[in-house]
């Protein structure tokens, strides 16, 4: 199994930049999370999906943020514009609802906004 | 709220046992996992508790004490590669499949 996969990894760009953020989830997983970890505030769930629908965007900071799941192996996560405390690490994680609630975490993508 | 506490950071030697404590709000509490996060990289899955007792898995035990809002993750015989987040996550019955994660404690194994 591939695990989840996030691209890209790295992404330095400037402010006011549009910044698209990408994961695929296991396969076969039916909900998808998206987080943020910095410093400060440790990690913070944004938004989740589950069956591609989503259910629970509280965390999402403002309307620069959105995200969207069109299909069961692909969501994405955009920022526009994005500004320097959007700078962090934001991982997406996945599960498998009912049969186990360990989610498993991408590798992330480190986003630096200058 | 749902706060979730756990000591910031802890140091232990290599060799020896270390306890890292987590506390929570008990209204709701469906479930609580621990998570290793080494610097640079992604959490990755320890253990799951949802009833009272402990939990081993080799090195590593988990302990959750429901009615006291409580556990501790115990790792015997440190390790240099233990040096990392550990940061404990609870399921909340009224959130779904969501986690509330803690700030993790960020444990340093010296020689």
């Known amino acids: 199994d591939a695990g989840v996969i996030q691209s890209p990894r790295h992404e330095v760009t400037e402010m006011g930049q549009e910044v698209t953020l990408r994961c695929k989830p296991i396969s076969g997983h039916n909900s998808l999370f998206w987080y943020r970890q910095t410093m400060m505030r440790g990690l913070e769930l944004l938004i989740y999906?589950?069956?591609?629908?989503?259910?629970?965007d509280s965390g999402m900071p403002e309307d620069r943020f959105s995200a969207k799941m069109p299909n069961a192996s692909f969501s994405t996560l955009k920022i526009q514009p994005s500004e320097p405390r959007d700078s962090a690490v934001y991982f997406c994680a996945s599960t498998q609802t009912g049969i186990t609630y360990e989610q498993y975490f991408g590798p992330g993508t480190r986003l630096t906004v200058t | 709220g749902q706060n979730i506490d756990q000591p910031t950071e802890m140091t232990a030697t290599e060799g020896a046992i270390v306890q890292i404590n987590c506390t929570y709000q008990t209204s709701g509490f469906n479930g609580l996992f621990w998570y290793q996060q080494h610097a640079g990289e992604a959490p990755t899955f320890l253990s799951y508790?949802?009833?009272?007792g402990l939990e081993e898995k080799g090195r590593f035990s988990s302990f959750l004490s429901r009615s006291k809002g409580y556990s501790y993750l115990l790792l015997k015989e440190l390790q240099m590669k233990d040096s990392a987040s550990y940061l404990c996550?609870?399921?909340?019955?009224?959130?779904?499949?969501?986690?509330?994660f803690g700030g993790g404690t960020r444990l340093m194994v010296k020689p």
């Open positions: 508790n949802v009833l009272d």
């Open positions: 996550a609870v399921r909340f019955q009224r959130a779904g499949n969501m986690l509330t």
């Open positions: 999906f589950n069956n591609n629908v989503p259910i629970d």
